[in-house]
């Protein structure tokens, strides 16, 4: 499969674009590709290849590209305002949709970004319970702040990403194993005083799509309630993709806050904050404060009401599970037919696939001894069957992926494992 143009726009960006990329991991996949459109399911880039993509632009494409209910609602906002800095009704309507969608949630608040609604969490526990220390859990991802752009280092103590965050931005900041609810009680019970939040993603997807064990993240929301901190759930993966009320529904659980992006408008740049009432007295008192010129942009506010419209179809949910359970089936046993260990882990809608474990990951330190070198021969085979997939081993499924996409997936799946 020939990729020479997006070779060339990759060197010709690079004389103007720091890294040829706008997002600073993307230059590290191979190849590097350049896309001139996308509709539905489907991908178009500039060498003339089509592809049946799974990566749904790293989340927000549930309901795919060139959505025409989507479009449609867009184009007529567009004609109506941009954005306006000022409130209009479209605040209402998609606040209403979500707290009827969502199980416990009776309010929000609408941000932009994923990492921004996630600051807004933390600053919204600080202010509520007068705690400064933060716990969130090693492999998780929530956005590229310095607080919280961490990993755990081998004393278990909170350690920077990348350079140019100080110490003094993450010191509050505490890093516990996933999963691991004797960890939690122990940290609590002795610094319980201290901590404003405990902050999770409900499914690990960032990191090899962790399934929380049993009991794990009720006993999180009870252990929280218990030592007056706040429980979030980062939902900007989950939320309104493992069902239309996302991990709550899924796991028949309320945490205090969730933190909804990516999904939640089709593409659009869109994120919220989501909670029970009492939980955004901080905000009402003025004990702190949530700014943004962008928040509730109309036009983006419009996406996420046609996203969520779209979504609320009855059997959609049913259909995209089904659509991603078929594909990690085949996966498995087209694996296992040809000698290879594979274990898939998550839920239909987003998943990922683990060459060379045994076992099925719980938390992030586990699926780091995936085989990575097989995965990438496995997903070059899955370009040249013009398939695309993440270069993390992840799927992710959309509302528009229909039975003729899995025929053609499954037959790439057969080739592609055949020929690793």
Not at 49 to 62: H, K, M, Q, R, S
Not at 83 to 106: F, R, S
Not at 385 to 405: C, F, G, Q
């Amino acid at each position: 499969m020939d990729f020479s143009r997006s070779e060339a726009l990759h060197s010709e960006a690079s004389e103007v674009l720091v890294g040829g990329v706008s997002s600073g991991f993307r230059k590290s996949i191979t190849p590097l590709q350049y896309f001139e459109r996308a509709d539905g399911p489907y991908y178009y880039d500039v060498d003339g290849n089509d592809f049946v993509e799974y990566t749904l632009a790293w989340g927000p494409l549930i309901v795919g590209s060139n959505h025409p209910d989507i479009n449609a609602a867009v184009r007529a906002q567009l004609e109506t305002s941009y954005t306006l800095g000022a409130q209009h009704k479209l605040e209402i309507e998609l606040a209403q949709k979500m707290v009827g969608a969502v199980p416990g949630i009776d309010q929000v608040i609408f941000s932009n970004t994923g990492s921004e609604a996630v600051q807004a969490t933390l600053r919204i526990a600080r202010a509520t319970t007068g705690r400064d220390k933060i716990v969130r859990f090693s492999g998780h991802y929530h956005g590229w702040f310095n607080n919280v752009l961490i990993s755990m280092d081998e004393n278990g103590n909170a350690a920077a990403m990348c350079g140019g965050q100080p110490e003094k931005e993450y010191e509050d900041t505490l890093v516990l194993p996933w999963n691991d609810l004797d960890a939690l009680t122990k940290l609590l019970q002795s610094q319980g005083d201290e901590i404003a939040c405990v902050i999770t993603e409900p499914i690990l997807v960032n990191s090899g799509s962790c399934m929380p064990q049993d009991g794990f993240l009720a006993g999180l929301i009870e252990l929280c309630r218990a030592h007056g901190a706040l429980s979030i759930f980062d939902e900007v993966i989950t939320g309104f993709r493992v069902a239309l009320g996302g991990a709550r529904e899924y796991f028949d659980l309320q945490p205090d806050l969730s933190v909804y992006a990516k999904a939640m408008a089709g593409g659009f740049t869109m994120s919220a904050v989501g909670g029970h009432r009492g939980v955004f007295d901080a905000l009402r008192d003025g004990r702190t404060v949530h700014y943004g010129t962008y928040n509730g942009s109309s036009h983006n506010l419009a996406a996420a009401i046609a996203t969520i419209d779209i979504l609320s179809h009855p059997g959609t949910y049913e259909r995209m599970h089904g659509h991603g359970n078929a594909i990690r089936e085949r996966l498995e046993a087209k694996a296992h037919e040809h000698g290879h260990q594979l274990v898939t882990s998550g839920v239909g809608t987003a998943f990922s696939m683990h060459f060379d474990l045994e076992e099925l990951p719980i938390r992030h330190a586990d699926t780091l001894a995936a085989n990575k070198e097989k995965f990438a021969a496995f997903r070059r085979n899955m370009l040249e069957n013009n398939v695309l997939i993440l270069p993390d081993a992840r799927w992710y499924i959309s509302a528009v992926h229909t039975d003729k996409e899995l025929e053609h997936t499954l037959a790439a799946i057969d080739a592609g494992m055949a020929a690793i």
